[in-house]
């Protein structure tokens, strides 16, 4: 790979110890249900695959895919699915796992998509979110670590598709 100067931000010890504490908090707070979890893809797969395998309770998955940023650090506001969920979600109880948090237009647009199936309840899941966003109108209910304004990689997060499969979280 090209030697781009990467600048280690989270460690994967730190990662993993936080992962871990929020699972303790979804498998309180999901006892005796079966919770869904659905990931964003392509940045989730990773935190996805690490969290729930800390989830203690039966569980059930499945993966929604979005438009992508492209190539650039700058979202274009523009949100379309790229791959829709194969899951009924009428009733169930549904956990939205994703990598971050930045302008929340993703997540809006994952909400409300969702919630046209008519869910019996929607939480959030995100493992990162930068501080100085616009406020939104959803709250984050298991949330890993709260970032300064800076466009990460690693850890499942790409800059033109690179760097998913870096163990920490670095700054570009
Ligand atoms: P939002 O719609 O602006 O909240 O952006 C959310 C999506 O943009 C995330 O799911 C990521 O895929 C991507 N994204 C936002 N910030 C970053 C970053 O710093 N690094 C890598 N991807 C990012
Ligand atoms: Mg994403």
Known sequence: ?????????????QISRRIKQLANKINKDYENKVPIFIGVLNGAFIFMSDLIREIKVNC????????SYGDSKISSG???????LNCDL???D???????????????????TIKKQKPSSVKIASLLIKKDVPKF????????????????????????????NLKGIYVL
């Open 137 to 164: 109108n959803f709250k984050i209910d298991y949330l890993g670590f709260e970032i300064e304004n800076k466009f990460v990689v690693g850890y499942g997060l790409d800059f033109a598709q690179k760097y998913r």
């Open 60 to 67: 059930e998955i499945d993966f929604l895919k979005l438009s």
């Open 90 to 92: 009428k009733g169930r």
């Open 78 to 84: 523009q949100v379309k699915t790229l791959k829709e």
């Open 1 to 13: 790979m090209e030697k781009t100067k990467l600048h280690i931000y989270i460690k994967p010890t």
């Open 94 to 112: 549904v956990i939205i796992v994703e990598d971050i948090i930045d302008s929340g237009l993703s997540m809006d647009f994952i909400i409300k």
